[in-house]
């Protein structure tokens, strides 16, 4: 039988707010433990919390830009269960009138479009930090985290296949990090994500029995993770079993999912309206505020650069998936207008190098100025394309600018016919048996001689001349 | 009966009480009577009353988004019947 998966993602985005979602504590990540306390989120008795009004302002920008449907009237509710990274007892979150509802993102695989249902966006408070001791039976409680605002971004069980999973990940990533709402960063935890999936046989209407995976906390182990769990359950059904619905973990070192059973019970949460805390109200005045704060989104800016800059849809999709990125080249693009080539040599030389630092473009050493200033060197024929490589690692290295580079290392490409006419002479007279190759029809033989050519140059003497000049002498 | 001795047995569970025999009853017997004192409330006719969960006319009360000081850690870890390092000490737990 042939199986179609069904998965849905929920996303806890952490929001970029300085202080807590009820109270002032400090959101800043790395302090020492339990330094960023206070009643209200250690939750003593008799506290109040107040609602920090960024929290839903960062949440309205992500309803606005997930074309959600905003409830004017939403409340918090408090989900109650036992952990110890849970000092109250209960999460405030949202359960009957989230903020918003009924939205939706486009992916795109394969230049082929699908739209994703976004079914629902909430506000909750983050838990505490956990950190079991390997050695002896306890466990260490910090809850600077306990507080820190977050939304979950629940989607419609729309994703078809792992990739398509990816996919609107990294999407709604893009857009939490274009809204400046949240850092996205998947290995720290600002960004998290748990999936619901099945399978079922193609053509049914009815969902199977899913299973809940948890710990996915990079973009490869999402689709890692969904893939070993749609062939598990495609083994279990075609040998006759039965998919339990659970909550499984998927252990990156193992590469598999495992069952965690024990959660099982603690999935009656009994929520009821929080009475510490008072109905959100949200009126137009509110929505259109923040509509009009809304930055150019990725999917727009993709178009755009596909319309202005007549680039491929992946080279817009790739420079657009990060807000950072997609200024650089226009900035770029600003001073040396021709984005094509831009596009290679941000696409091409730029990411390779940030990827191999493992730095993000904010860190480049090559400032969009000086790779202007590297292009227009090459557009006016002082240096070679390939010169302009080396040129450039250059740049990476010493942060410097390419003009004193190329001026210092004596870089400029040489563009004298008789020079180059000199040099031509020397190989050719080096390299009888090759001439004579050549005249007897050997015309790849082209090739060799431009290498030899380049080698003797140090890589300086202008191609095209160089061709020119062989052409001419070989032919005679 | 509003409430059968498995569901007191459930939400005690939930609650993380531990319950004898004895009490189990009696507690089935007090919350009934509770639950049907609460039933009272479905003979006044709400008719054209819209739903609401709180008891005060008021909406939106916010906070800005400045950084106030936290508690002072001792005071933090001041109730914590284990601690270390700066940490509250609990027995360990992974997943359960």
């Known amino acids: ?476 | 009966m509003k409430i059968t001795k498995d569901e007191v047995i459930h939400v005690a569970n939930l609650a993380r009480l531990d319950l004898d025999e004895d009490s189990i009853d009696l507690l089935a017997g007090q919350i009934g009577k509770i639950l049907e004192y609460v039933d009272t409330l479905n003979r006044v006719d709400t008719e054209g009353v819209p739903s609401t969960s709180y008891a005060i006319f008021l909406n939106n009360a916010f906070r800005e988004d400045s950084v106030k000081e936290s508690l002072d850690r001792d005071k933090a870890l001041a109730n914590a019947p284990e601690k270390e390092d700066g940490n509250f000490v609990v027995p360990k737990v992974i997943n359960s």
């Open chain 1, 1 to 476: 039988m042939e199986f179609e998966s069904v998965i849905g993602l929920e996303i806890h985005a952490q929001l970029k707010t300085k202080t807590k979602i009820f109270c002032g504590c400090s959101t800043k990540f790395g302090a020492p433990p339990n330094t960023h306390t206070c009643p209200v989120c250690l939750g003593m008795p008799g506290v109040l919390p107040v609602l920090n009004k960024k929290v839903v302002e960062y949440s309205l920008r992500m309803a606005l830009a997930t074309n959600c449907k905003i409830n004017r009237q939403s409340r918090f509710a408090r989900k109650n269960y036992f952990y110890p990274d849970l000092p109250k007892g209960y999460q405030i979150s949202q359960y009957e009138l989230p903020i918003a509802e009924n939205g939706h993102v486009d992916i795109e695989i394969n230049s082929h479009k699908k739209r994703i249902g976004i079914t629902r966006i909430h506000m909750e408070e983050d838990a505490g930090k956990l950190t079991h001791n390997p050695d002896r039976p306890l466990s260490m409680v910090d809850f600077n985290r306990t507080g820190v605002p977050l939304i979950e971004i629940v989607s419609e069980p729309d994703l078809r296949s792992p990739e398509e999973a990816g996919a609107y990940l990294r999407q709604l990533r893009s857009i939490v990090r274009y809204l400046s709402i949240c850092d996205g960063n998947m290995e720290e935890g600002s960004f998290r994500c748990d999936a619901n999936v099945s399978i079922r046989p193609i053509g049914s209407e009815t969902f199977g029995t899913r299973a809940e995976l948890k710990n996915l906390n990079s973009f490869k182990h999402v689709e890692k993770a969904l893939q070993y769990e749609i062939t598990r359950q495609k083994e279990i059904l075609s040998d006759g079993g039965e998919v339990i619905q659970e909550t499984r973990l998927w252990s990156p070192d193992k590469n598999r999912t495992t069952s965690m059973r024990s959660k099982e019970e603690a999935h009656d949460y009994r929520y009821f309206p929080d009475p510490d805390l008072l109905p959100l109200v949200i009126d137009d005045t509110w929505i259109n505020n923040v509509k009009k704060s809304l930055p150019e989104l990725p999917d727009e800016r993709k178009i755009r650069f596909i319309n202005k800059f007549f680039l491929s849809s992946n080279d817009a999709e790739a420079l657009t998936s990060s807000r950072e990125l997609a200024e650089y080249f226009e900035e770029c693009v600003k001073q040396f207008p021709n984005p094509k080539q831009v596009c290679n040599w941000v696409m091409g030389e730029l990411l390779g190098l940030l990827n191999a630092e493992e730095k993000t473009i904010n860190e480049s050493p090559v400032s969009t100025g000086d790779l202007a200033g590297l292009l227009k060197l090459i557009d006016k024929g002082v240096i070679s394309g390939k010169i302009a490589k080396t040129v450039f690692e250059e740049m990476a290295k010493t942060g410097r600018a390419p003009e004193k580079i190329v001026k210092e290392k004596q870089l400029v490409q040489v563009t004298d016919v008789s020079a180059i006419e000199e040099v031509v002479s020397k190989i050719l007279s080096n390299n009888p048996k090759e001439v004579e190759a050549y005249k007897n029809g050997k015309t790849k033989l082209m090739g060799f001689f431009v290498g030899q050519v380049m080698k003797e140059t140090r890589g300086k003497a202008n191609p095209k001349i160089v061709n020119e000049v062989l052409k001419k002498r070989l032919i005679n």
